[in-house]
Nanobody
Framework: QVQLGESGGGLVQAGGSLRLSCAAS????????IGWYRQAPGKQRESVAV???????NYIDSVKGRFTISRDNAKNTVYLQMNSLKPEDTAVYYC??????????????WGQGTPVTVSS
């Protein structure tokens, strides 16, 4: 069992920055990777950034060079530092944790979502 608590969303002007936080609790040792998804109005949810238990990272092309995902193990928290924000980054951002189950499938835990609005 894993619980995810998100924070850090808000309203920011284009070119500004935000840092999203995802605090994980529970059986976090079982988590293979934690990442951020986002869902813009009228669009499907898409993966934005992922960090694994061994700190490898991956990003969607549109955020490379602008977003950085990181982990603070002392706080059991994953961050998404978002710089040079663009209006197209506007979305509800969701933290997700992926757990490999006994049958080799992945189970995803989800945070509640935190909205990010970028104005221009």
């Amino acid at each position: 069992q894993v619980q995810l608590g998100e924070s850090g969303g808000g309203l920011v002007q284009a070119g500004g920055s935000l840092r999203l936080s995802c605090a994980a609790s529970g059986n976090i040792c079982s988590i293979n990777a934690i990442g951020w998804y986002r869902q813009a109005p009228g669009k499907q949810r898409e993966s934005v950034a992922v960090i694994t238990s061994v700190r490898t990272t991956n990003y969607i092309d549109s955020v490379k060079g602008r977003f950085t995902i990181s982990r603070d193990n002392a706080k059991n928290t994953v961050y998404l530092q978002m710089n040079s924000l663009k209006p197209e980054d506007t979305a509800v951002y969701y933290c997700t944790a992926a757990q490999l189950l006994r049958d080799a499938t992945l189970y995803h835990y989800w945070g509640q979502g935190t909205p990010v609005t970028v104005s221009s």
